[in-house]
């Protein structure tokens, strides 16, 4: 369980330190048949490429639009091109509203101990030295304080360490990303959006991975020798490039080649937690509340492709999928 998956669905970053942050295309750079099996992997999958979709079932319409957590240079660009289905929606869902978003923050201001440890180890005892010395150059490389650092919560730790130290340096944890842009739009013309989960549930979640699992996510990243500015320019390229299902193949080479059949189970674990689980979830509630109605989700990229995907999982229930332009 590496730092790669915490990127392709938890990291936050300015606009501004995209356009600064330029980096190496990983994938590009791989040996060409290696690439070819990857790419080919990924091209199996359901509904490999694309961001935006329509799910059609009689009267009821819903449309995904696949989200990168975090600002990029297509941001706007992205919002103007969804908005006409924001405006058409009764209805219009984000993973979690920007009511409970406000929420979460005020929960988590008021109770440190949902993204801190408050009591008993903090990570420079549950590290130790050698792995605590070299997370601690990480933070400062990220303009993040060790002293501070050091009471993250093992998973939020490992979400620190998906940001690129060239994006935290240049304003990282302060912009908005695209999701609460909807939210924001779709305010504006008076239709709020509504949650797709509790948001207390998901970060119950985060606590549920064993210890081990969760300190190992840090470690993992120490046995990875590249460039975390050269993964995050390659995930969001990629993403820019519509090419959503090889970004999560990508993501699970790299965790099997750094750790072999010991990482398979872990993988397999968070794939589990973070996508089959919630995307389930999420269908059923879709299902339960957009009867009849024009519904429009942004949810995160990863969530639509594939077998388990949102998509598939529509299409299974007698929705005809049709995949949109983003263009103009």
Same mark, same amino acid.
């Given at each position: ?41 990924? %091209? ?5 490429? %694309? ?15 696949? /989200? ?7 941001? +706007? ?23 409970? /978003? ?15 440890? /408050? ?42 360490? %998906? ?13 908005? %990303? ?63 490039? +519509? ?28 794939? +589990? ?56």
């Amino acid at each position: 369980m590496l730092r790669y998956l915490a990127v392709v669905l938890f990291v936050f970053s300015s606009e501004a330190a995209f356009a600064r942050c330029e980096g190496r295309d990983l994938i590009a750079e791989m040996p060409a048949a290696e690439r070819a099996a990857l790419e080919a992997k990924a %091209g199996q999958e359901a509904f490999a490429e %694309g961001l935006l979709w329509r799910a059609t079932r009689g009267e009821t319409e819903i449309s995904f639009f696949g /989200t990168y957590h975090f600002p990029h240079e297509q941001t +706007q660009a992205h919002l103007e091109a969804v908005t006409p289905y924001i405006k058409a929606a009764d209805r219009v869902y984000l993973e979690v509203s920007n009511a409970d /978003t406000a929420k979460l923050e005020r929960e988590m201001a008021e109770d440190p101990s949902l993204m801190f440890i /408050t009591e008993g180890p903090t990570l420079p005892d549950l590290l130790g030295e050698a792995d605590w010395t070299q997370f601690a150059e990480e933070m400062r490389a990220r303009a993040i304080p060790p002293f501070f650092a050091a009471k993250f919560k093992p998973t939020w730790a490992a979400m620190m360490l %998906g940001i690129g130290p060239c994006e935290a340096r240049s304003g990282a944890l302060e912009g908005d %990303g695209i999701d609460k842009l909807v939210g924001d739009r779709a305010a504006e013309i008076g239709n709020p959006s509504h949650s797709l989960e509790d948001y207390r549930a998901l970060l119950t979640m985060l606590d549920s991975f064993p210890m081990q699992d969760q300190l190992d996510m840090i470690r993992m990243f120490f046995a990875w020798s590249g460039s975390p500015d050269d993964m995050a320019y390659t995930l969001r390229q990629r993403y820019l490039a +519509q090419e959503v299902a090889l970004i999560w193949a990508f993501s699970e080479k790299m965790t099997l080649d750094l750790g072999g059949e010991a990482a398979r189970e872990d993988f397999a674990l968070f794939e +589990q937690k973070m996508l089959i689980d919630r995307n389930a979830a999420w269908v059923v509630r879709l299902l339960d509340e957009a009867q009849g109605q024009k519904v429009f989700a942004a949810v995160g990229a990863a969530h639509l492709p594939g077998e388990i995907g949102v998509l598939r999982l529509l299409e299974d229930e007698g929705f005809e999928i049709t995949r949109l332009s983003l263009d103009p």
